[in-house]
């Protein structure tokens, strides 16, 4: 038996018993629909952590002491791991914070473990008094998915709403499923303040220490064993003995024979603790809640679950207290794969319209759009058994694969449309015949998305399940068409439609054209260089980015106050301009936020860490660009504020800040042997750029000094009044800091105690020396053995690649967008831009699946037609595909970016389609033969076309698609216009070029 038998009898299957292949089908797509339903809803893929970072904390330690004796060391013992690609540091007063970026091909669970054999094995050399190091791992998706905000309708104190917060609502939304974790901002915390006074505890030889350990042991519970009382074990324990704050004035202190009260050696009292951080609601203190979405659960299902809790608090809670939902992030998720899935209704829709209109037979129409849900639900299967999700990726796949599945079932139907009989055995015949170019074309599409899996880094993580999805509904198209689709014919058609009077026009203009044509071949080549040129020309004129530029929603205000700016104050500058921002835009959502809590541990330090920054949140009804003139008037709000400087950027998503950098913005290092040579170069880069025409403006990040007191030991003074290092290193550290001394409960309620000196003893820095320290039974003034000095240091030291950097940020001016000069100037500087690296790597491998795909492309076409040249002809149709995609690309404004070569992709393996199925129906090659295959395919060709085109409309409609509107541009437009050119010029090139 030879091949074609044995394609006609596996045809003979299907089409023996229609019903059987039918009911097969049906049990098939109701797998699928039970897998469609199982699959989780997501946003974008999920991206595996590959950032690690390390925290230090040494309090009083300043920025330059940091990095000398943290810093430095952390990062050489994390350089020598595997698969570091990146090592970047903040050094601060108090805090080293070290950032290790690992390669895509590096394990993250092995990464971090190597991270903390490391760290543990430094942690021997680090200072006495340093913090235990704490690791976190960060991953790109990583992000809040809710802010909440808390307020009180009482003016005053945010105790109430604080103490609601910690005890009621945090406790809520950590049962709430769906939900990690979740963190206060902005809550006022009360302490019990033990402030000694310093003439009693001398008078009394106590010190600090001393008080702090007998306050500790009155408000702890000790064990005290147990015993047994026949067969039962009953544990015993000492219950604390402070209950109040006037249990805790009339502690006693035992010394010597003596009995002192504590309220008789220090000031007592309950209230609230210094803050660290403040949270705005528009102008009205509130308090903030972060909540932080757990992975097992998607995103829409978790922001379902915590609004139906917040609606139960509120309830709860009631007046005067309100919890509202000042910013969900999941609403972004929710609106993009709405978009997708209403684009992916309307291409149904437009599709079935297409077909109606070139066949004219509603038996026929549904035998096509059969193929649609039949072909989803099949790809259902493989998405939930490989774990995938319906994220933005894998609905753009199948969006744009709409058109790809109805292809092969139009060509299958228009063949049949065309055959005198209705017999099994012969439409099994008609249908074998088609198999091979039917293969053909569905095998060069799937082989253009098989690279993408292959390519490493972000861009094939993000684009796999895209490419997968594309690939499984070719798939399944393909077996549609050779089983479903010629079943359906037998069970439903009831003859061969007349033709269309629309297509019978086309047919009878267009046979005499290609004679013309055929008489000319001259012409088709001029035709085609005249084509290939002028993509050329427009293709280097197209800017190129990674990720394509959309509208914003969501934009975020730096606001930068002088060094030494109090929280306070930040604070009131801040409420201000929030008060100017709520004036020019009313109906916007404005949160502003100052400070940091170091105790906070979920999300990394953000920019408004330093009490002099701030950071305020504007969310528009609408999004705009990001040069739009409502983007312009949120950072002229900052002027009024003196010695204040104002940014305004727009809140990206991790991905396109990772790779894209920021927009408009470029965040550059500059380079220099030490940090005071490399802040003289960021300055004198600042100046070139002012230069430029027009003035580019950039701001040195970090260039602050502040003022730190040094004291310096006299070692031989030290010996003469008999005094160690340690001793006075803790007597100064207990009177500046003070010393915890457990927790005390109070109406059912635990406060922090801590014991410290008064805080008017030490009004100014140089107060201190004029203590006096005790030496053993003597007190000796601190001043006869420690010398004071001010000292100006930086406020925070950057290191990247184990060197030290000055950041600075870049805003870009339109024109600058797409040529090099601010580049080419800070380079002139040693400035580089991270980004620039990274966006340079994505571009590269999106080059490499291009040139790989092609290659692949052209063997698999030499292997089908056993001719390299033939392969090579067919290629060569490629270019009249792109121009058309370059010149709609351009009509748009749009750019080089992973949607549009995305959409080149997609075009290839389309496109190359037409052409296998133009030559399939040449036979022996012939002007005759060539004539009349062109005219035969004329109708699968213009179906295949405008209902791909019909369903991408809705996407290339979307301004806000970004990536996934310029996929839809190219494609459409490329297929438009490749289908005219490829009926215009390869039948002439066919004809004298092929061999026969």
Known sequence: MNRNSTRAALMYLATARPVSTVAVWAAVSLLGLVSLSQLDVELMPTIPAREVSVRVDLPGLPADEIER???????????????????????????????????????????????????????????????????????PSRRPLMMLSLTSGETGTQRLPSRVARQIVIPALRRTPGVGAVEAVGAVEQRVFIEAD????????????????AVGMAVQTVPLGSFEIGSVEH??????????????????????????????????????????????EGTKPAIGIVVYHDPVVPAPRAARAIHRTVRSLNRELGPPLTLTVVHDHSLPVSEALHSVVIALVLGIGAATLVIGFLFRNHRTIMVIV?????????????????????????????????????????????????????????VAQITSNLAPALFGSATTTVLVFIPILAIPGLVGILFSQLALSVVFLVAGSLLNALTLTPALWLLISTGNPARPPSLRCVEDRLRPALHRWLASPRTSVAW????????????????????????????????????????????LAAETMSEAILLAEPDAVVVAEGGWDERRTTSPAPHHETPNRATITVQLPAAVPEGDARVARLAETGTTLRSARVSV??????????????????????????????????????????????????????????????????????????LSTRAVTGWLSHQIAGMEAGTVTISSIEYPVTVRAPRAALERPEAITRLSIAAGTEYVPLET??????????????????????????????????????????????????????????HAELQNILLLVMGITALMLAAQFGSMRMAVLLLMMLPLSFAGSVLALVIIGGSINVGSVLGMLVLMGTAMNNVILLLDAYGDRSSAEIINGTVNRILPLSAT????????????????????????????????????????????????????
């Open 69 to 139: 004796m943290v810093t430095v060391p952390v990062e050489d013992a994390l350089a020598p791991i595997s698969g570091v690609e990146e090592i970047r540091s903040r050094s601060r007063l108090g805090r080293s914070e070290v950032v290790a970026r690992f390669s895509w091909s590096a394990s993250a669970l092995r990464a971090i473990s190597e991270v903390r054999e490391r760290v543990d094995a430094v942690s021997a050399v680090l200072p006495h008094g340093s913090s235990r190091p704490l690791i976190l791992s960060y991953s």
């Open 198 to 213: 310093p003439a009693r505890m001398r008078a009394l030889s106590l010190t600090i220490r001393e008080v702090a350990e």
């Open 785 to 842: 053995v420690v010398s004071a000095r001010h000292e100006w240091v930086p406020t925070e030291l950057v290191r990247h690649n184990r060197s030290s950097v000055v950041p600075m940020e870049v805003v870009l001016p339109d024109g600058f967008r797409r040529d090099r000069t601010v580049r080419t100037t800070l380079a002139a500087h040693h400035a580089t831009v991270p980004s620039d690296t990274r966006t340079t790597a994505a």
């Open 945 to 996: 076309v405008l209902t791909t085109t019909a369903t991408l409309v809705p996407i290339a409609a979307n301004p806000a698609a970004g990536d996934t509107r310029q996929s839809a541009v190219v494609v459409a437009a490329g297929l438009v216009v490749g289908v005219v050119a490829v009926v215009r010029i390869f039948p002439v090139w066919c004809r004298t070029r092929s061999p026969r």
């Open 370 to 426: 059969s193929s649609i849900p039949a072909s989803v639900l099949l790809s259902a299967i493989p998405m939930r058994f490989l774990g995938m999700t319906l994220n933005s990726m894998s609905l753009t796949g199948i969006a744009i694969g709409i058109g790809l599945i109805v292809d092969s079932a139009i060509v299958v139907t228009t063949e049949l449309t065309r055959a005198p009989v209705r017999e099994a055995a012969s």
């Open 649 to 722: 950027r727009p809140i990206r998503a991790p991905i396109e800040e990772m790779l894209g950098g920021t927009g408009g913005r470029l965040r550059a290092l500059v380079r220099g042997g030490t940090g005071d040579e490399a802040l003289v170069r960021a300055h004198q880069a600042v100046a070139a750029l002012a230069e430029l025409d027009p003035p580019v403006t950039a701001i040195v990040a970090r260039a602050e000094r502040e003022s730190v007191l040094s004291l310096d030991l006299d070692g031989a003074a030290l010996a003469h009044a008999r």
């Open 528 to 571: 085609y260089l005249c084509a290939v040129v002028a993509a050329v020309a427009l293709f280097v004129t197209i800017p190129r980015e990674v990720f394509a530029s959309r509208p914003y929603r969501l934009f975020a205000i730096d606001l930068v106050l002088p060094t030494g700016t109090s929280l306070a104050a930040t604070r």
């Open 235 to 280: 544990p015993v324990r000492l219950g604390a003995a402070v209950d109040s704050v006037e249990s805790l004035r009339a502690l006693p202190i035992a010394r010597g024979d003596a009995l002192i009260r504590l309220g008789e050696v220090a000031h007592i009292e309950l209230r609230d603790d210094d803050a660290l951080e403040f949270f705005l």
